[in-house]
């Protein structure tokens, strides 16, 4: 186990870690009855502000306009990052505070900002860039992304071996024991696809707009890390652990990690192991959907692993904090 896990402090029984979510959890109306809690509708009118457009509008919208708006990368990305920083500023004002930090891709941002290591304002800033280039280099080297099913390392690394045929075919996200997902050119994930189904496997297809952490991102990395240079990162004064090595963050690496992560898989499976290893139990979801919340269970089915959404899993995760 690398070295920095060896200094990571240990995590009490009692401690919670907060899980930010990812893109694709995205939905009308998702924590519309947070938003007269003070340090969410905060949260909300920052990300407003620093993006210039009604952020509050595309998650209180209805009907398949407002979804198809809501899925645009920028849009996604700007609303899943202000509910998951406003739920996790309006538990640790009610007391609770995170004894560290995961997010899954776009949730490791939210959850630097959780830790001070940088502002909302900044934070908002970071995914706005980020996701206009994600959506640039999505647009130049088209991709797509699969969740392979009842899947182990070996057998993906083969499958994407198998596969290419000289085109990006890659393991992305490490989610969970039976569950990884492929990123790539489309017909080397429809081959891929194709070749699992035969093998009597089951695939799902995501609704992403790209290959996300894969080499077809890679036109992104040196705009995004010019942007980067540009912000001034603090030291985290929550540990937070890093999706590309499931390491914890520091203010001198952090720079090179986040480009590294465009292209670089989520070790997310990883990560909710190491912190169990120094004695996580309650992983805590502060976003919507409960995804990470599942991903977690799969892993660890004797972990606590609330999910915090809205206004009655919020209310009784306070309450059930406090007794």
């Known amino acids: 186990m ?20 990812g893109q694709g959890s995205q939905h009308p109306g998702m924590g519309t009855d947070l ?32 979804q198809e708006q809501l899925d645009q990368t920028k849009n996604a ?35 630097l900002a959780l830790s001070g290591m940088i502002s909302d304002e900044e934070a908002f800033s970071l995914i706005d860039v980020r996701s206009s280039l994600m959506d640039e280099a999505a647009r130049e ?23 290419a045929q000289g085109e990006v075919l890659v393991a992305a996200n490490y989610n969970c024991p039976g569950q990884i997902v492929i990123a790539g050119a489309p017909a080397a994930v429809e081959r891929a ?24 991102m890679a036109s992104a990395c040196e705009p995004f890390s010019a942007h980067l240079a540009t912000v001034p990162f603090q030291e985290p004064q929550i540990p937070v652990i890093c999706n590309t090595d499931a390491n914890p963050v520091d203010a001198a690496s952090i720079r ?9 898989p989520v070790l997310f499976d990883e990560s909710v192991r190491r912190l169990v290893h120094v004695g996580a139990q309650t992983f805590a979801e502060v976003g919507f959907g409960g995804v990470l919340a599942g991903l977690a269970r799969r892993i660890d089915k004797e972990l606590a692993r609330p999910a915090i959404q809205d206004a009655q899993s919020f209310a009784a995760f306070v309450d059930a904090q406090e007794s």
């Open 35 to 66: 938003l007269d809690v003070p340090a969410v509708a905060d949260v909300f009118a920052c990300a407003s502000d620093v993006l210039g457009r009604d952020i509050v509008g595309l998650v209180t919208d209805e009907g398949d306009y407002a």
């Open 141 to 163: 080297h088209p991709g797509c992304m699969s969740a392979l099913l009842k899947a182990d390392e070996e057998s993906v690394q083969e499958l994407c071996a198998a596969c």
């Open 77 to 111: 990305q700007a609303a899943i990052a202000a509910l998951s920083i406003g739920i996790g500023r309006a538990l640790m004002a009610a007391g609770i505070q995170p004894a560290a930090l995961l997010g899954f891709s776009l949730g490791q941002v939210s959850a």
């Open 256 to 264: 090179e990690r986040l480009v590294a992560h465009l292209v670089s």
């Open 193 to 216: 696809e194709a070749a699992w189904k035969d093998a009597g496997r089951r695939f799902s297809r995501l609704a992403t707009q790209g290959a996300f952490h894969s080499p077809l």
């Open 2 to 21: 690398d070295a920095r896990m060896n200094a990571f402090p240990q995590i009490g029984a009692h401690d919670v870690v907060f899980m930010c979510s």
